[in-house]
């Protein structure tokens, strides 16, 4: 059993940025592949970015690449997201999941057997 907790979120203006956080408890966080999640009221939940247990490799949205970075501290049981140049159309809830698969997989929303609570991020023009 894995319980994760979001951190960060909050209100900020067009071109700003945000880290999250996502905070992991039992001792096998290192054998999950991490991933986060969106959603906007009225949408589906959406893929954002995953690293990693093998490798710490990362997958982006095409939405996201070059502005978002995913990052994970084994040590710490957490992973990150920097959100920088945030535009208004990222306002959405986010939520951090785990799951045992990686590559081209960690993209689908069924990969993932935890979840996170989430977190309100709202970007304003």
């Known amino acids: 059993q894995v319980q994760l907790v979001e951190s960060g979120g909050g209100m900020v203006q067009a071109g700003g940025s945000l880290r999250l956080s996502c905070a992991a408890s039992?001792?096998?966080?290192?054998?999950?592949?991490m991933g986060w999640f969106r959603q906007a009221p009225g949408k589906e939940r959406e893929f954002v970015s995953a690293?990693?247990?093998?490798?710490?490799?990362?997958e982006y949205a095409d939405s996201v690449k070059g502005r978002f970075t995913v990052s994970r501290d084994n040590a710490k049981s957490t992973v990150y997201l920097q959100m920088n140049s945030l535009k208004p159309e990222n306002s959405a809830v986010y939520y951090c999941?785990?799951?045992?698969?990686?590559?081209?997989?960690?993209?689908?929303?069924?990969?993932?057997?935890?979840w996170g609570q989430g977190t309100q991020v709202t970007v304003s023009s």
């Open positions: 690293v990693m247990w093998t490798g710490g490799s990362t």
């Open positions: 039992g001792r096998t966080f290192a054998r999950y592949t």
């Open positions: 999941a785990a799951s045992v698969l990686d590559g081209l997989r960690s993209k689908a929303r069924d990969a993932y057997i935890y």
